[in-house]
């Protein structure tokens, strides 16, 4: 080696080996933990104004009429926007993600409690929510159902009377499965346990509730509208089909958002209020909502009534599975359902077992209740489905005098039978379910539990509960041959500019609620292309300035972005490769990558770094070539991602009073590739303390016959 | 937060305070530490015209023990649960109420919440309406007309009712200092932290030589108002405090209870943690050190 070898090795930066896997703290949090991040309460453009919405105090009513004489004369009023008025410019109705309709503001008749009825635009927000209460709102009351099965029977009062053809309220009846096999399975069954149960009703509750600014120009002709969305570019689209603006005057900015959990996937009333109402008056119009309009109208999870029966063998092998759900709709069928699987992801209902048969069967009704069906924590279903399958092994590994870990230990799909097609007809990728069970009885130490659960029960004072769980979840949607929102493709997109001096910007379809995408899809690129994290800016959320995108929900936007990011940087990295043998003087052949660089084979210090190259490639690139270090790649998954786990939870229970008590979570996920642990591990503590309100059947008060009908006025 | 207009005041002396009071006392509402008044004023179930803010008014944040009379400890309208939480002086001598302290709800509302304002506001499940009830306590109540000492079982009326007239200010709160051996403590059931008591219970207890000379029960959430648990009190005076005298009052305390099924849990639930806390708390007594 020489010595000019030697210096340049000695002063060649120390640098992690890949900064894939590596815990770097989070790019985004200096401006959130400062109080700097940029919400859409922080938008405020000259001349604007601002919108309330006056809702429904009855579950089902008909409005006889509407007057707003003495809101519309307070001083600061604008307008006040009414059902009546959007209807003139067929606004009165919107599609839900589901194809379904929802109400914008109420014409005939509220079909929930808190429904929108009339908005009010006034120069600024306490003169809008005074307007709010001299409104008069003559409601005659109906019969309110909020019970999915009371719903079905007959006779019940029709909530969606405005549908033609629509007779009862059913809103499908699906079946899934081998009801023939199934049912010769259960004929053979030694035991079959059941379930019936009713996974409630649950809010997302991010931080930040629901809110836009509209700001449609009239000299530019231009809407850009800022909007709390997990999904700025089909929101954009959905914008363009329903208003019928031009899709190109359309922008969609998701600035920084406070929480998502699904509840930003769906257009809700407020913001099409807003639209309209900013493009009749020509100025910017802003909605804020609050928590009580949040808790009472969003985009709701779960509520499904489930009844499952596990049919198993003397020795505990699983034959059959076959369930019967009802989903509670709320008024409007408004689920985002990308699959082509009539019932969502909920075909994983047979879970991490090799179970030879199923059949689900699933209706969905009508209620008088607020639509959603959105996603929580990676639904389409999933978490439903896994919940129904745990319990139902759980009451199976009891009623046999099994220990519920052996009895997994039984049926778990092995390891060589991946890729494995379930009855449902997902197809598996990869697994190895008892190994991870394993490492998690190891770490809780379970043997000594189960011991001190006995001893407990004999000497008396605090119960031990040990609950089990081993999941499979599918996720990562695409492939969009067989995932679509309203026929937009579920792929998604990314768009990497390396610029002149080495730095770069990503660009993505997705938007991130807090993810921690800006720290982690920089790692992507760094990993492949070399680029520290920190010289990478990653740019979500206007659909102006990034790639056509599904968005961020149900654990989609690594797998599937996160893909695309890599495909992009690969990309470049063969750009670059043209460049570093022009710069270098030899074939590409000669040319060997590593971290960052390139080095021609035999002479390691004959390298070019990918900040030499993109210096090049803007000022001394290769004649033909185009100049510039930049791309754009779509990514289609060839097949849903499944991640699997095993969860311990134990807890003390209070045999008196019924307190229960966490007090060890021990949790094995393989989630594949940890890009950054630490962001990882966030997720998964995070995400256990919200799982803690279900195992109690917690419920959104909403589904009480309590909130019926009442006097009570909500508004936002 | 978009309430209704209201005129604002702030005045900076107790005289100013119950000048304005006298004036505007009904539709006035007075602002201490705001937990419950600012929730209802921005949902709109309150609309007060005139908001009164005391918090500018000097002399009201005392909290101290006063030697008149067998002594008594003194909490003045402007203590917030916070100060509550931390003061040696009720750790020692009121642990009824020190323990009830940092239960209530969570950090950024007692930094701000006052016992005072808690009791005006007459919340059923409000804790700190036990604890008086349990001490015997009674609120201080001044008008420009003059002062009145409300025995805080008159003092609280029924749901979100006290008995404070319109024009009157709460400017303290008084509980008896504790005589001989006494030991005092809080259970609370809630589903979360920050949740109102499905069922609170403040129990207190002095004893001289083994026997019981004073006893107090007071119930949170069990009923249209706090409750106190008076014969499952008298069942303890004059006994000792053993495994029959301590059945035999959580079988009264729970009998005194008169709560109402709801989202918390039913009816037979909440009396029966009732019977379980008062027992609990009791047992806990029983082997408590003398001060």
Redesign the interface.
Known sequence: MTATEETAAESAPEKPLDWLGQSIKRKEDDRFLAGRGHYIEDIDLPNMLHMAILRSPYAHATINSIDTTEAAALPGVVAVVTGELLAQHNLAWMPTLSGDTQAVLATDKVRMQGQEVACVIAEDRYVAHDALELIDVDYEPLPAVVNPFAALEEGAPLIRDDKEGQTDNRVYHWEAGDAAATEEAFLEAHKVVAVDTHYPRSHPSPLECCGCVADLNPASHRATIYMTSQAPHAIRTVFALVTGLPEQNIQIISPDIGGGFGNKVPVYPGYVVATAASLLLGRPVKWIEDRTGNLISTGFARDFHMKGELAVARDGTMLGVRVKMLSDQGYAYADAQPSKLKAGLFHIVTGSYDLPAAHVVCDGAYTNKAPGGVAYRCSFRVTEASFLIERLVQNAAVELGLDPAELRRRNFIQPEQFPYTSATGFVYDSGDYETAMDMALEMAGYDELRAEQQRRRTEGGKLLGIGLASMTEALGAGPSRDYDILGIKMFDSAELRVHPTGKAILKLGVRHQGQGHETTFAQIVAHELGIPPDDILVHEGDTDNTPYGLGTYASRSTPVAGAAAAMVSRTLREKAKKIAAHLLEVSEDDLEWEHDRFSVKGAPSQTKTIQEIAFAAYTNHPMGMEAGLEGVHYYDPPNLTFPFATYVVVVEVDPETGEWQPIHVVAIDDCGVRINPMIVEGQIMGASPRASPWPPCRRSPSTTTATASGPTSWTT | M?P??FEYFAPTTLDEALGLLAEHGEEAKVLAGGQSLIPLMK??FAAPAVVIDINRVAGLDHLEESKRGRGFLRIGALVRNATLERSDLLADRYPTMATAAPLISDPIVRNQGTLVGSLCHADPQGDFGSVMLALDGEVVVKSTAGERRIPIKRFLDGPFTSTIRPDELAVEARVPSPEGRFSGTYLK?E??VGDFATVGVAVFVSTERGKVTRAGIGLTGVGATNIKATEAEAALVGNRLTDATIDEASRLAAAAADPRTD?RGSAD?KR??VR??VARGLQELSGARAA
């Open positions: 978009f209704s207009n949902l709109r059931l589903r979360k989202v639930y029966d943690v379980v806390y």
